[in-house]
């Protein structure tokens, strides 16, 4: 295995992109078919940036697969508040990250298979690539009614999602990635992809729910290496190349040097929360006795820009309202760290009886 | 006459643009009567070049339209061919635009979130004067653009853009005797001003604008870290024989106190009206030293790292069984007293938000090992930046362990609405005497509380931090009072 890695190695060192190298179109028997060992997400987005900026495409195209442990993955100009419920996240320990390819979000766990083609710009083709995948799944299994439509994805039975789309495109170079859904757990979805918290408003990408399905669900007999088995026959077959399946660890920064600094901007807070575009929140904070507040807060790359809360005036004074939305501008959208720390401290001069504490709660609770 | 040294001063000299070979110029500068002299070669920004209307290439698939998602630049940005322009996106396809020219951003013809058409200009970039001839608008692929701008001089291939290669030639340099700072060893116009420099001996103008430098949209490749240039420090001054001193350029910067900064602002403000006073002392610890190594190992086996705080915090709240008005807190008309029921011992943590002060909930109620498990959590929730309202408030006795970053006496103040507070020095090996008159060798911490003058008098405070002392001293003693 160790002979293959460095095999491997000296095979993109012949291929990284040199001034040296000569143009000439992408010709057959130039492909090459990798799996990642790693189940982290964060490792395995940073190897799909790695290959895209370290591997020459003009040459040949590269077929990666992988699959994550439990993990949510927002599309790049998605808003992850309103695409998961990130209490629920953590406490289950799923990761959430954000790709660099646009599209909507997605729950990765070890049942599903994601595929990534690589190919210079010219070559992007995604419908090539799905019907490489539709025609796999029909060789390995005839049985099976699998299609892809034009969204892009793959249904099962005319109408069962079994396969996503989204993809990235660059000066030179592209990517096509989709997932393919084999044996994931569906119920872990529904419990996390769900909105952290009320009355946001967004212009970021929405997600569009369909109905699932899992492969095994209708060929219960296909094995995982069975389907990866089929897939590289039909990536060697459809694109015209001779490459065994080369297994990888994205995880030695010897063998791809720099990785790590791909994987600490990937799982930074300000890749995965900064990078949402503006939204607003606008919702009524529910107070005892029945009474209620209202609460208006601008988020701009994730830090809170503006805030506002309006309180009943017979309740506790505007003005210690205000000095409330004031120590909460310029921190992060979260209920943890900064923002419940300038609350906290805050509350140390309070003299309402708790109700000024009521309040902060509310606004916390409203706040990712 | 300072023949090799050149002072350049960066002035709007309009008529003067057209033409960028300008011959030596000769200016009388007031009374220094110092002949100047130089070449412009890259004058102050005004409005010199053409403006390109940069073009949304094809994307691919037959996609007609794309939505803006995030611009990377903004209006009066220097840009550099290759940095990156904005994000679009289409069908679920990201794509990251970048420049084909070199130059300064003058329009962007979308905002964020609006539709933008293939074919259609998305920037306004004003290039230099004489830059590129007249290319198509559709974007060539990368790769014939690559070929197109190299060189070939002496059999050694060197890449520069055409505007690069205008300026080598300008100034009679060979670009192989250049060393290119760009990606794969593309020649920057940097590049060939820094080579003058050297060469000349002129001293080169900082740029005239702040060289805004667009972020890439993924992280750079991984080639070897690229030298940024970075602005040039005037000299002036004759060269004399240690050199030339360098002028300091570094600026003031002012930023508003925000969020909890803010927050902070008024309650140490308000926590020094106050009236404090303290008291020290110097606790030996060379028992309780003794006692955690026995016990360190039985509370990692439960998975829980101990260190001295729990210790610290469990004495304290046997001595606040004693002297409750230590755990107490006044209003605002210091009117009323309220002896608080728990003990919530906050534990001031250093962060990277800084000093926050969660608390370990009713200390008076769990052991040593509670103790410490719940300061696991606590610190692992504090450096993930993760701590809740919660565990910040609600605390009623602090304890501060400042040693464990260095210092043995200090000054704390009282967080309100608390009366009291210590903070605890570094542990240090010091030499003492014993009962029989030995000098041996003693675990020293020192002890500073701060307590509230207008309710807690001086005798109360000493005789709690015996109490306290008394304890860590003898961990033995604390077995017989454990409730």
């Known amino acids: 295995m160790m002979s293959n890695v460095r095999r491997m190695v000296s095979l993109f060192k012949g291929v990284c992109r040199t001034r040296t190298c000569p143009v000439h179109t992408w010709t057959s028997g130039a492909g090459l078919v990798l799996q990642s060992r790693s189940t982290d997400v964060f490792q395995n987005l940073a190897l799909e940036d790695w290959i895209e900026a370290n591997v020459d495409l003009r040459q040949r195209g590269v077929l990666l697969l992988w699959r994550n442990r439990p993990a949510v993955v927002i599309g790049r100009h998605q808003n992850p508040w309103t695409e998961c419920d990130l209490q629920a996240a953590t406490k289950a320990g799923i990761h959430v990250a954000r790709r660099r390819s646009g599209g909507g979000t997605v729950f990765h766990d070890l049942g599903n298979l994601n595929l990534t083609f690589f190919t210079s710009k010219k070559n992007y083709d995604r419908r090539r690539n799905l019907k490489m995948i539709t025609d796999a799944l029909r060789r390995v299994r005839p049985e099976l009614d699998v299609q892809a439509t034009d969204r892009l994805d793959i249904v099962l039975n005319g109408h069962l999602k079994i396969s996503g789309t989204a993809s990235r495109l660059r000066r030179d170079s592209s990517y096509h990635h989709c997932t393919l859904l084999h044996s994931a757990d569906r119920s872990a979805l529904s419990a996390v992809l769900r909105p952290s918290t009320s009355g946001i408003h967004s212009n970021a990408t929405p997600s569009v729910p369909s109905p699932v399905a899992n492969l095994v669900d209708h060929a219960p007999t296909l094995q995982w290496e069975e389907l990866l088995e089929a897939l590289v026959d039909q990536y060697n077959e459809e694109f015209g190349c001779t490459s065994a399946l080369t297994s990888i660890d994205p995880s030695d920064e010897a063998s791809f040097p720099g990785i790590g600094l791909f994987v600490s901007e990937l799982s930074s807070w300000e890749w995965t929360f900064g990078k949402t575009p503006k939204f607003s929140v606008r919702t009524v904070l529910d107070l005892s006795e029945h009474r209620s507040a209202q609460l208006h807060l601008e988020v701009k790359n994730g830090l809170v820009a503006s805030c506002q809360v309006l309180v009943p005036p017979d309740w506790i004074p505007q003005s210690l309202a205000d000095q409330l939305s004031q120590v909460l501008v310029g921190e992060r959208f979260c209920r943890h760290g900064a923002a419940a720390a300038a609350v906290s401290t805050l509350l140390r001069l309070d003299g309402t009886g708790g109700r000024l504490e009521e309040l902060s709660k509310a606004v916390l609770r409203a706040m990712g | ?185 593309r020649i920057l116009k940097e590049d060939i001003l820094n080579f003058l420099s050297k060469q000349t001996g002129a001293i080169l103008p900082p740029a005239p604008f702040q060289d805004i430098r667009t972020p890439p949209t993924a992280p750079p490749p991984s080639a070897a870290p690229r030298p940024t240039s970075a602005a040039m420090v005037s000299r002036p001054g004759p060269a004399g024989p240690t050199g030339p001193r360098p002028v300091f350029t570094g600026k003031d910067r002012m930023e508003p106190l925000k969020g909890f900064h803010r927050a902070m602002v008024k309650t140490m403000t308000a926590a020094l009206q106050i009236p404090h006073f303290g008291y020290c002392d110097e606790v030996d610890l060379s028992q309780l030293v003794q006692l955690r190594s026995d016990l360190k190992s039985t509370s990692e086996g439960r998975g829980v790292k101990l260190s001295y705080m729990p210790f610290f915090i469990k004495a304290a709240s046997l001595g606040l069984l004693h002297f409750p008005i230590l755990n107490a807190s006044v209003d605002e008309g210091c009117q009323n007293i309220t002896y608080k029921a728990s003990h919530n011992v906050g534990v001031a943590m250093d962060t990277s938000q800084g000093l926050l002060v969660p608390n370990v909930k009713n200390v008076q109620l769990l052991s040593v090992f509670d103790i410490a498990q719940e300061l696991n959590r606590l610190q692992t929730l504090g450096a993930a930046g993760q701590l809740g309202a919660a565990d910040l408030s609600g605390g009623t006795f602090t304890l501060s362990n400042i040693g464990s970053i260095g210092g043995t006496y200090a000054k704390p103040v009282i967080l309100p609405p608390e009366v009291a507070i210590g903070a605890l020095g570094k542990i240090q090996v010091l030499p003492r005497f014993d009962p029989s008159g030995q000098v041996v060798r003693a675990h020293i911490m020192a002890v500073s509380w701060s307590a509230d003058h207008r309710i807690i008098d001086g005798a109360t405070m000493c005789r709690f931090s015996n109490l306290w002392k008394d304890y860590l001293e003898n961990p033995a003693r604390m077995v017989l009072d454990l409730k």
Not at chain 2, 12 to 20: A, E, F
Not at chain 2, 54 to 68: C, H, N, P, R
Not at chain 2, 150 to 161: D, F, P, S, V
Request: proline residues 3%.
């Open chain 2, 1 to 185: 006459m300072l023949t090799h040294q050149y002072h350049h001063r960066c002035f709007r000299v309009q008529n003067l643009r057209s033409d960028r070979t300008v011959p030596r110029l000769t200016v009388t500068l007031g009374r220094n009567l110092q002949t100047i002299g130089y070449r412009t070669l890259y004058t102050c920004t005004a409005n010199h070049g053409p403006i390109v209307q940069f073009k949304l290439s094809d994307i691919g698939e037959g996609i007609m339209e794309v939505t803006v998602k995030e611009w990377y630049v903004k209006e009066g940005d220097k840009v550099s061919q290759f940095d990156s322009i904005c994000e679009v996106q289409s069908d679920k396809a990201s794509v990251t635009i970048t420049s084909r020219y070199d130059g300064v951003i003058r329009k962007l013809y979308y905002d964020v979130d609006a539709t933008a058409l293939v074919g259609k200009p998305l920037v306004d970039i004003e290039t230099e004067a004489k830059l590129i001839q007249e290319e198509d608008v559709v974007e060539t692929p990368a790769m014939a653009r690559e070929e197109h701008t190299h060189q070939e001089i002496k059999g050694h291939k060197t890449q520069a853009t055409p505007a690069v290669r205008r300026l080598a030639m300008e100034n009679n340099i060979k670009l192989s005797e250049v060393v290119g700072s760009g990606k794969d060893g």
